[in-house]
């Protein structure tokens, strides 16, 4: 791919929509580049259809045309989500046309150092700890990415002195091929999206491309506790800096035995304490794990140690992730939609300490969960399943001695079934008890996004209580 400002004059195919392909397409437009942007979803579910329009930009929408890849095509943008094996990207690769995301075009005209953050798991907490640390030291962060604003809108709005801080999928960073952070972070590699990567060896290549640009002036931070990030070590250009939960370094963050403080090494072998884990305002191993890795990153970007230490005491954690919602009869209920794999599922019932219901199931994308077994024998009071899997863990359940347990028919609307389960998971429950959604599974069978999984499960817990 060229620079952006180098397709002046020249067709440039935007596939799908959304947050992302609307920044993109106007970015090019206002280039001067010949825009054509399109979607599969009929015209009625894009509503950004309208505004592009009205700037001169072609809007296709009911699907993509035969002739919407041919050789007259300069650069083919893609919607991170979009799998490389539809028709228009085959027909572009067989031309020998540039596909990226949009992660690659804001790159290219971002004007501040871009802090990337990856991971199976965590990676929105850890972006918003680092961000809410990076402000608190006076350095000017822009928080973007997949966390929420489109990254190609933030990055021309960034100056030097700002820092870019950047959540990026595995789709993302698929589709980059100069891109280079400043700081890049892995936090941990786990199975999951098999279906649109075709096995692990794609999904972790795909991961790995976050520094696979950087030098020796750029930073790679790692999980010590995970193979894959020990394994990729090897081959650093970058500094590394690691982090690890589970044992001291000779270098790097980690939790201190004996006070459980956490602590960053120096290359002197010094140890500087930020905060205890009892101190953070986030709760859940998984938590600490984040925490470790937000420090790190904010320490590689010239943050104090004390502002970091404020951050984390005061950041209570992001919506739909372990997200406490109410108390109803000494009940508690917690919503962790965001949980679209068993090991995120997994990190969140290592959380707590009481037995739990759990409300689980979503996208069947093969998986058998068994690896839930051990955590269900040892945690669960109750299991209600939703969605396409529910048949499959409640089976897990049922081999773990679970006896308390319902499946939910989906039907044709996912709110009555989110209100059914939360019902039903209340019934099951006593004082001192937790219900907690942690589905394991992605939410696209019922619902259009996690967020929106979340948002029927604190508005039906909400209802409840009103009712009581």
């Known amino acids: 791919m060229k620079h952006p400002r180098e397709y002046k004059g020249e067709q440039v195919v935007v596939l799908g929509l959304a947050r992302s392909g609307v920044a993109a397409a106007k970015l090019f437009h206002k280039?001067?580049?010949?825009?054509t942007a399109s979607d599969k979803k009929d015209r009625t579910q894009c509503p950004e259809a309208g505004e592009l329009e009205a700037l001169g930009i072609s809007v296709l929408c009911g699907g993509h045309p035969d002739d919407l890849i041919h050789e007259g095509v300069a650069l083919v943008v893609k919607n991170p989500g979009i799998p490389y094996r539809v028709e228009p990207l085959q027909r572009a690769a067989a031309l020998g046309i540039d596909i990226v995301t949009e992660v690659e075009v804001a790159?290219?005209?971002?004007?501040?150092?871009?802090?990337?953050?990856?991971?199976?798991?965590?990676?929105?907490?850890?972006?918003?700890?680092?961000?809410?640390?990076?402000?608190?030291?006076?350095?000017?962060?822009?928080?973007?990415?997949?966390?929420?604003?489109?990254l190609t809108e933030a990055a021309q709005e960034a100056e030097p002195d700002n820092r870019m801080v950047v959540e990026l999928s595995s789709f993302q960073l698929k589709g980059?091929?100069?891109?280079?952070?400043?700081?890049?972070?892995?936090?941990?590699?786990?199975?999951?999206?098999?279906?649109?990567?075709?096995?692990?060896?794609?999904?972790?290549?795909?991961?790995?491309?976050?520094?696979?640009?950087?030098?020796?002036?750029?930073?790679?931070v790692l999980n010590w506790d995970d193979a894959v990030c020990k394994q990729l070590a090897k081959n650093l250009r970058a500094k590394l800096l690691p982090f690890s939960r589970r044992e001291p370094l000779p270098y790097g963050l980690y939790v201190r035995p004996g006070d459980s403080m956490l602590v960053y090494r120096d290359t002197a072998g010094a140890e500087h304490?930020?905060?205890?884990?009892?101190?953070?305002?986030?709760?859940?191993?998984?938590?600490?794990?984040?925490?470790?890795?937000?420090?790190?990153?904010?320490?590689?970007?010239?943050?104090?140690?004390?502002?970091?230490?404020?951050?984390?005491?005061?950041?209570?954690?992001?919506?739909?992730?372990?997200?406490?919602?109410?108390?109803?009869?000494?009940?508690?209920?917690?919503?962790?939609?965001?949980?679209?794999?068993?090991?995120?599922?997994?990190?969140?019932?290592?959380?707590?300490?009481?037995?739990?219901?759990?409300?689980?199931?979503?996208?069947?994308?093969?998986?058998?969960y068994m690896e839930l077994l051990p955590a269900f024998k040892e945690q669960l009071k109750g299991l209600v399943t939703l969605g396409e899997t529910r048949a499959k863990i409640d089976r897990v359940a049922e081999l773990a001695g679970v006896s308390n347990r319902k499946t939910v028919d989906t039907g044709e609307h996912a709110a009555d079934a989110v209100r059914e389960a939360v019902e039903a998971a209340f019934a099951m429950a006593g004082p001192g008890d937790i219900v907690l959604l942690s589905p394991a599974c992605a939410s696209w069978d019922m619902f259009t996004s996690y967020e929106e999984r979340g948002r029927m499960f604190k508005e039906s817990v909400h209802k409840l209580r009103l009712g009581r």
Request: glycine share 12%.
């Open 273 to 368: 304490p930020i905060v205890r884990v009892g101190e953070l305002g986030i709760v859940g191993s998984f938590n600490v794990e984040n925490a470790l890795a937000a420090s790190a990153i904010a320490i590689a970007s010239g943050a104090d140690l004390a502002s970091i230490a404020k951050a984390l005491r005061e950041f209570r954690g992001v919506e739909h992730r372990l997200e406490w919602v109410a108390t109803i009869d000494d009940v508690q209920f917690y919503n962790n939609a965001k949980a679209t794999n068993p090991a995120a599922t997994l990190s969140t019932m290592g959380a707590f300490e009481q037995k739990l219901i759990l409300i689980a199931g979503g996208l069947d994308r093969g998986s058998d």
């Open 31 to 35: 280039l001067g580049a010949i825009v």
């Open 176 to 220: 980059t091929e100069q891109f280079r952070p400043a700081i890049g972070c892995l936090l941990n590699i786990y199975e999951t999206h098999l279906d649109y990567h075709g096995g692990m060896d794609d999904y972790i290549a795909s991961k790995v491309k976050m520094f696979e640009n950087q030098t020796e002036d750029d930073t790679a």
């Open 107 to 150: 790159y290219r005209i971002c004007r501040a150092p871009i802090i990337g953050i990856t991971g199976s798991n965590g990676k929105t907490t850890t972006t918003t700890l680092v961000g809410l640390m990076l402000k608190e030291g006076g350095l000017k962060p822009i928080v973007a990415g997949n966390i929420g604003r489109a």
